[in-house]
Every structure is written in structure tokens, then in C-alpha cells.
């Protein structure tokens, strides 16, 4: 069973648009909730993470939004470039970035 | 540079032939995992350790086993492989703190 539920599978954007990216979770003992970009052949590299106790978090052009009664996240990526074209992953923790579930991930495809 | 360090990058195999799949960090950390991606399921942990002896088991334990002797290594080892582990495999470590994680550039591995 899926721990963290990701949507869209793939997500095709204009340059200079905004890409979002949402995921829930059921599991209220989850703390944190990292979000990680993968390039092909590379292994995921952390992009932004948040806890719970704030309701957005910004570096950057990335933003995660995050809603803790209805239990989403979300990723917004403003002014998307052709090189923010990856698979994006949310996970969520209950200890800190050990132990994490990963969503299904988000192929995103931003064209010129 | 930091890094954790994956070998082989990829590996062919027959099924029934142990081998074993190593993983190094230099960064001193903690924990240390192991995922298997997969299309259209995400990353999956197999283990995790929290440290030197600490090992437990993470979503898809079944068929591989794990050791930590050493801080910085954390190999994956296959005893009997089957085509099912097919897959790509990423380790990855993290500190105590629960910063997010570092990934390993992955080892892609074939059983037939």
C-alpha cells in the first residue's frame, strides 16, 4: 500500500509557467516531508523539505505548500526552465530523513 | 566532496548468483539506507541502519541482507537473486540530525 500518493505521473509545462506537483498521506506520525529531484542516470538529490509546523516554504523559484488537517504537500515550481525538466519525488518521515516513503513520482517535461 | 559511492554502476547477473552491491560514504554519517526504484512504484526502502551493528528492515526486505561493520559502509548483498530484483538500486545516508539524504548515483542491476 502506497504510504504517500503522488499526482500527476507526468506533467508537461511552458517555460516560464508554474509546475505543481501534490501529494497526501494517511500517516499522522509523519514529520517530514522532503522533496527530491532526479536527472536520468543520477541518483535523487534533495530540492526543499518542510515540518509540519509551517504552512509554505520557499527557496528559490520552489516552493512547498503544506496542508496538515487535510493531510497534501505540495510542490510549486514558479517560472519553470527547460533544465527543471526531472522526475520529481515527495517522501514523507516519521524520524527525520531516515525511514522515508516515497511517492510515485512526476515526470516533468517543461518545453521552450 | 561528499558523496556516497555505489559499485558497480551496473551489474548483469543469473539467477542464484550471490553478489553483492557496495556502498561508501564520506561524510560520517549515522544512517544509512537502501532503495530499489522501481516504474510507477517510486523508491522503496529495503534497509536502513542507524548506525555501526543497528540494522532493521525497511518496506521490501525480502531477499537481500545488509551489514554495517563499518560507519562509512553499508553493502546490499543478494544470496539467491531472481529476476524479480531486477531493478535500480540507490544507497543513501543521512545524519542523526535528519537532515535530508544523500543519494548514490544508483547500480542497475539485471538478474536473468
Known amino acids: 500500500q502506497q504510504q504517500v500518493k503522488q499526482s500527476p505521473q507526468s506533467l508537461i509545462v511552458q517555460k516560464g509557467g508554474i509546475s505543481i506537483i501534490n501529494c497526501a498521506y494517511e500517516n499522522t506520525a509523519f514529520d517530514y516531508f522532503p522533496w527530491y529531484q532526479q536527472f536520468p542516470g543520477k541518483g535523487p538529490a534533495l530540492l526543499i523539505a518542510?515540518?509540519?509546523?509551517?504552512s509554505e516554504k520557499k527557496e528559490g523559484r520552489f516552493t512547498i505548500s503544506f496542508n496538515k488537517s487535510a493531510k497534501q504537500f505540495s510542490l510549486h515550481i514558479m517560472d519553470s526552465q527547460p533544465g527543471d525538466s526531472a522526475t520529481y519525488f515527495c517522501?514523507?518521515?516519521?524520524?527525520?530523513?531516515?525511514?522515508?516513503?516515497f511517492g510515485t513520482g512526476t515526470r516533468l517535461t517543461v518545453i521552450p | 566532496e561528499a558523496q556516497v559511492t555505489q559499485n558497480p554502476r551496473y551489474l548483469i547477473t543469473v539467477t542464484g548468483k550471490k553478489l553483492t552491491v557496495t556502498c561508501s560514504q564520506n561524510m560520517n554519517h549515522e544512517y544509512m539506507s537502501w532503495y530499489r526504484q522501481d516504474p510507477g512504484l517510486g523508491l522503496r526502502q529495503i534497509y536502513y541502519s542507524m548506525n555501526v551493528e543497528v540494522t532493521d528492515k525497511g518496506d521490501v526486505p525480502e531477499g537481500y541482507k545488509v551489514s554495517r561493520k563499518e560507519k562509512r559502509n553499508f553493502p546490499l548483498i543478494l544470496e539467491s537473486p531472481s529476476p524479480n530484483q531486477t531493478s535500480l538500486y540507490f544507497c543513501?545516508?543521512?545524519?542523526?540530525?535528519?537532515?535530508?539524504?544523500?543519494f548514490g548515483q544508483g547500480t542497475r542491476l539485471t538478474v536473468v
Open positions: 517522501a514523507a518521515g516519521a524520524h527525520g530523513a531516515n525511514n522515508l516513503f
Open positions: 543513501a545516508s543521512s545524519t542523526r540530525q535528519g537532515r535530508g539524504a544523500f
Open positions: 518542510i515540518r509540519p509546523d509551517v
